[in-house]
């Protein structure tokens, strides 16, 4: 790179910057399912495309920009975790004594890929037919019994049964096939 002139070098970032704004979208759909809003979603879009940007000569232009620029993304996502949980101490209970409690029992990687996973298994229910869909989202999301999910549907409670039973087969087959 060194034997560049530096008109060279500044239109090789340029390009590279360039090709970066290009993927602007789909940063911006993984940060927002990390983050779970759209102002911390923008942020961390930014943040990444201004981090990859100082870090170009670090890619290996044989690899994939996208999975670069997703694993840069989780991360800066990670540390900016790591940093707001922080130990969390009490001082004026006396019980405490200085022990320290953590605002999470997951590690961040943990909390992450849960994150993910969550959004991959929403999109999918998505993709149920809607009497699944149902009883899928009354039972796992909302918590109902079955007589409650019989109640709210007006079926009987053994066809919420069998209909959460292929729920879960349909859903548990469509997952298999993405991982």
């Given at each position: 790179?060194?034997?560049?002139?530096?008109?060279?070098?500044k239109n090789v970032a340029d390009e590279f910057l360039e090709r970066l704004q290009h993927h602007q979208r789909y940063l911006y759909q993984i940060a927002y399912r990390l983050t779970g809003n759209r102002e911390d979603a923008k942020?961390?879009?930014?943040?990444?495309?201004?981090?990859?940007?100082?870090?170009?000569?670090?890619?290996?232009?044989?690899?994939?920009?996208?999975?670069?620029?997703?694993?840069?993304?989780?991360?800066?996502?990670?540390?900016?975790?790591?940093?707001?949980?922080?130990?969390?101490?009490?001082?004026?209970?006396?019980?405490?004594?200085?022990?320290?409690?953590?605002?999470?029992?997951?590690?961040?990687?943990?909390?992450?890929?849960?994150?993910?996973?969550?959004?991959?298994?929403?999109?999918?229910?998505?993709?149920?037919?809607?009497?699944?869909?149902?009883?899928?989202?009354?039972?796992?999301?909302?918590?109902?019994?079955?007589?409650?999910?019989?109640?709210?549907?007006?079926?009987?409670?053994?066809?919420?049964?069998?209909?959460?039973?292929?729920?879960?087969?349909?859903?548990?087959?469509?997952?298999?096939?993405?991982?």
């Open positions: 790179m060194k034997e560049l002139g530096e008109g060279a070098w942020d961390l879009m930014q943040e990444t495309i201004w981090q990859a940007h100082q870090k170009s000569d670090k890619y290996v232009y044989e690899k994939s920009l996208k999975a670069w620029l997703r694993t840069l993304m989780t991360n800066r996502f990670r540390d900016q975790k790591r940093k707001k949980c922080v130990p969390v101490v009490t001082l004026d209970d006396d019980s405490v004594q200085g022990e320290k409690f953590y605002v999470s029992n997951l590690s961040v990687e943990e909390q992450v890929e849960q994150k993910i996973l969550l959004e991959r298994i929403k999109l999918e229910i998505g993709k149920l037919p809607e009497i699944y869909q149902r009883v899928l989202i009354l039972r796992h999301f909302h918590g109902y019994t079955y007589q409650e999910v019989s109640k709210k549907l007006e079926i009987p409670e053994g066809t919420v049964k069998t209909q959460l039973f292929r729920a879960r087969k349909m859903l548990k087959d469509r997952l298999a096939n993405k991982f």
